[in-house]
């Protein structure tokens, strides 16, 4: 039977470290030699069970991007980012196609804004027994103002944002990983944390598989708007044009980072 809501289970979920804002707690990711339930460990890399499953009806899994605490994906060497990419979304497409699950979550948390608790970079990837995540997401939500188009892979900045303001899309084929992407997803996350016109220190990856496609949503976050809460209705800024015209002169113009 599916569901239309995720049930979180508070009992577990107060028992869980927090060190994106407790900087005295104990990262429980580098203890390594401590870590159980392994899964897949290539070098840095690890994906193992979830030692705090709060979602009831999921399968929850976490995939630890590096052994370096203070490290981040806007920064990695591109040779460590294409790894960590293949892998994670090699493990994600392969949990979806058992059938096990009604469909199966990859995103990432960063920053304090982020719905984040561990500091360490770190993402998830989750079966969910009975909700189909697709039924909440339309081919508009990836539509929007072309940054860059190379090597097939699309690169837009949303016109109708899933939750609001600003939405970063990227996608390629799903038949093999192209390095395209990986690159154009670090100048989107190091663009948010160090030249976005707003200050901003969190954002989110929502990976997704719809028509053939792997997708990844950026999405810098801030205050949620109580428009989106309360209604339910996204707000789109009047500066798309000239944010997509600024990563375009920053990140994709010659001589640019």
Request: charged share 20%; glycine share 6%.
């Amino acid at each position: 039977m599916r569901n239309s809501h995720l049930h979180f289970n508070t009992t577990i979920g107060v028992q869980k470290p927090e060190s994106i804002r407790n900087k005295q707690q104990a990262c429980p990711f580098c203890a390594r030699e401590e870590l159980t339930n392994l899964i897949e460990v290539d070098g840095p890399i690890i994906l193992l069970k979830n030692k705090y499953p709060v979602l009831e009806n999921a399968y929850q899994t976490v995939l630890i991007e590096t052994d370096d605490c203070h490290a981040d994906l806007s920064t990695y060497e591109l040779p460590h980012l294409h790894k960590l990419l293949q892998f994670g979304i090699r493990h994600w497409l392969e949990m979806d196609r058992t059938g096990t699950y009604e469909s199966v979550i990859f995103y990432k948390n960063h920053g304090p804004l982020s719905g984040g608790t561990i500091a360490h970079p770190h993402m998830q990837i989750i079966g969910l027994n009975d909700i189909n995540y697709k039924e909440n997401i339309g081919e508009e939500v990836f539509e929007g103002i072309t940054i860059e188009e190379k090597d097939g892979v699309h690169f837009t900045l949303s016109t109708k944002p899933k939750v609001g303001f600003y939405e970063f899309n990227i996608d390629m084929d799903d038949l093999s990983y192209n390095e395209t992407f990986g690159v154009n997803l670090q100048k989107t996350v190091h663009y948010i944390l160090n030249n976005f016109p707003f200050k901003a220190n969190s954002y989110n990856l929502f990976f997704h598989h719809y028509n053939r496609r792997i997708y990844v949503k950026i999405v810098p976050r801030f205050v949620t708007t109580p428009l989106y809460i309360g209604y339910g209705i996204p707000q789109v800024p009047n500066n798309l044009e000239w944010m997509a015209d600024d990563i375009k002169s920053k990140y994709f113009t010659s001589g640019s980072a």
